[in-house]
């Protein structure tokens, strides 16, 4: 069963705009996943946060984790087209991937 | 290097026939796990290979599903007697342990369709 969800589901953007998603989850985590999925290159890691981290960059993205709140953050910066793409968090429990359904971002030139 | 590789990319097959489907892992990775995705859904974990350990076949979603592993390498998951609701695209990733705190690498994937 699918344990994250993702908001909002879906998000249009135009290109140099920031998009924003969210993830919630419901049990304790050992980390915390980011996947991408597009049609071109299939599901690719994006970004792992441990569950004593609060924020970590790689290049244009920021993801942030609320272990409190049992929530997680990711920020794309200055979104080009090829970022249009579906993106899913996945709570890791000790190495099995729990995913959630998505946000599918649409990024327009 | 090689990546994770699956086959076959498509199956097409009739209600109540089986179907194997294979996985190939990154070479060094101890750890395999299978998912299934359905059309605009997330991925549904469906069991996870761990080294010599025991697998974890929770989320098997019923008793026509098993899958195998020989040592670290090759993946076969098995669907006896399918079912329309078994068409999803089938999901396969290795990471270089299963303890958690490793990335997974996702295969292609297969995208079975039952008629």
Same mark, same amino acid.
């Given at each position: 069963?699918?344990?994250? *969800? ?8 135009? *290109? ?44 244009? &993205? ?12 990711? &920020? ?20 099995? /991937? ?12 | ?12 097959? *009739? ?5 194997? /489907? ?94």
């Amino acid at each position: 069963s699918q344990q994250g *969800e993702e908001d909002p589901q879906a998000l249009s953007i135009q *290109e140099g705009e920031n998009a924003t998603m969210n993830c919630s989850y419901k049990t304790s985590i050992n980390n915390l996943q980011w996947y991408r999925q597009n049609s071109g290159r299939g599901l690719v890691h994006l970004i792992l946060i441990r569950s004593n981290e609060r924020e970590k960059h790689s290049g244009r &993205l920021r993801v942030t984790l609320d272990t409190s709140k049992k929530s997680s953050s990711l &920020l794309i910066t200055a979104s080009r087209a090829a970022d249009t793409a579906s993106y899913f968090c996945a709570e890791d429990s000790w190495g099995k /991937l729990q995913f959630g359904a998505g946000t599918q971002v649409v990024v327009t030139p | 290097g090689a990546g994770v590789s699956q086959s076959p990319s498509n199956k097409v097959t *009739e209600k109540g026939k089986d179907v194997e /489907l294979r996985c190939d892992p990154i070479s060094g990775h101890t750890a395999l796990y299978w998912y299934r995705q359905r059309l605009g859904q997330g991925l549904e974990f469906l069991i996870y290979f761990q080294g010599n350990s025991a697998p974890d076949k929770s989320g098997l979603p019923s008793d026509r599903f098993s899958a195998e592993r020989t040592g670290e390498s090759v993946s076969t998951l098995t669907i006896q007697r399918t079912q329309q609701e078994d068409s999803a695209v089938y999901l396969c990733a290795s990471s270089l342990e299963g303890t958690g705190n490793y990335e997974q690498y996702f295969g292609p994937g297969t995208r079975l369709t039952v008629t």
